[in-house]
């Protein structure tokens, strides 16, 4: 008896052994199992996370993308171009595909423009007029190609002190400016952004520029603020010469006017306009040369008042050149860098004393010589 409980007993541990072991070679295989399949739950979502970085990578570059700034793009260099303001010469070609226009004071009072293009195909520009010395200074500093028809003697002169890279349509053929004959001469000679290359890869000018922008533009909308009122900005360059611009509340632009006439373009008959004005406020004078033909010379190397106008508001800002071939800055009255719109800009520079007027949707105000 007493063997058999033992033998019996013997059996039944060796049952329970085996209960013990198949119950543990059980639980591995479930802990094993579990740890694969959290494996392969990780690597899908691992995977899963990866594709959907990698598209959200690509939505956040094309974000960006979208999000550069259009009015200065590409590393064309730009092309500067001399036109006539004569009001014989209106309507003019160009100046809306223009990115910057300069306009400054010559002799008789009148004023002269000069159009940047920068990667931009324009098939007609002009009428294009004669250099005046003092515009190689922002030709100079936006490292444009110079395009113009005749010279004044100290223009030519600075032309090759500088080593400007010009291109002068006097001596070049009709195939780079031609006459038209809806006007009459000296007010229609005119050309093309496609000639003028031409004319410069032949010449051996560079047609690629790293140069920064003058200007700070920025793609977020800039509301000015604390700005004041500024709808309609009327500008005397001079008795002959008084520019206005009207504010076009639902395009968000200005457009322009002189001696009291809507200005247009040549072929389209549009409106000219702009998003940006800037006012800069620096004296002219009469030089004293043997032609005595009333050229004017303009004192822009210095500190001096402005304005920068968009969307319907003027903030008063500070101009600064500190030499003929370095780049204006722009800074607002605590010393920053003026940030600017991403559209065309007029550079209005105007004699210290004039009378800028620039009005609000209810006020007025009349700009002083020393603001």
């Known amino acids: 008896m007493n063997g058999t409980k033992w033998r019996e007993r013997d059996e039944n541990m060796g049952n329970k052994g085996t ?3 198949i119950a543990i070679l059980i639980i591995l295989i479930l802990v094993s199992g579990g740890i694969m399949a959290y494996k392969i739950t990780r690597d899908k979502e691992n995977e899963t996370q990866e594709v959907f970085g990698n598209q959200n990578e690509e939505i956040l570059t094309t974000e960006i993308e979208e999000k550069e700034v259009q009015i200065f793009n590409g590393n064309d260099r730009p092309i500067a171009v001399m036109i006539d303001n004569h009001n014989q010469a209106w309507p ?5 595909q223009a990115y910057l226009v300069y306009e400054i004071i010559v002799e008789g009072g009148e004023t002269r423009l000069m159009a940047l293009f920068k990667g931009v195909n324009v098939d ?7 250099s005046r010395h003092y515009f190689l200074d922002y030709v100079m500093e936006n490292d444009a190609i110079y395009a113009h028809y005749g010279w004044s003697p100290q223009a030519q002169s600075d032309i090759t002190k500088y ?9 070049e053929s009709e195939k780079t400016f031609w006459r038209v004959k809806d006007k009459s001469a000296p007010h229609n000679a005119v050309t093309s952004t496609e000639a003028l290359l031409k004319v410069a890869k032949a010449k051996g000018y560079k047609t690629t520029s790293t140069k920064e922008s003058v200007l700070n533009y920025v793609t977020d909308e800039i509301e000015l603020k604390d700005g004041q009122g500024a709808t309609t900005i009327t500008i005397p360059h001079s008795s002959l010469q008084k520019v206005k611009y009207e504010y ?3 395009n968000q632009v200005y457009k322009r006017y002189a001696r009291n006439k809507a200005q247009t373009d040549w072929d389209t ?10 006012i800069t406020f620096c004296d002219n004078y009469t030089l004293d040369d043997s032609e005595n033909k009333g050229r004017q010379g303009l004192k822009n190397i210095g500190t001096f008042d402005g304005y920068y ?4 508001k003027a903030i008063k800002i500070k101009c600064i050149k500190e030499a003929r071939n370095t780049q204006t800055k722009y800074e607002d009255l605590q010393g920053n860098e003026i940030k600017v719109n991403d ?23 009349n700009t002083a010589t020393n603001m």
Do not use: F, H, M, Y
């Open 19 to 21: 209960k013990i072991l």
């Open 269 to 278: 008959g549009n409106s000219v306009t702009t998003k940006n004005i800037i």
């Open 309 to 312: 106008i968009t969307n319907g």
């Open 248 to 250: 076009d509340e639902q």
């Open 124 to 130: 007609k520009i002009g009428p294009v007029r004669s």
């Open 343 to 365: 559209g065309n800009t007029w550079i209005n520079i105007c004699p210290i004393n004039a009378k800028v007027v620039i009005e609000g949707p209810s006020t007025t105000e």
């Open 163 to 171: 080593s400007i890279n010009n291109i002068n349509g006097i001596t």
């Open 92 to 96: 003019q070609a160009g100046l809306n």
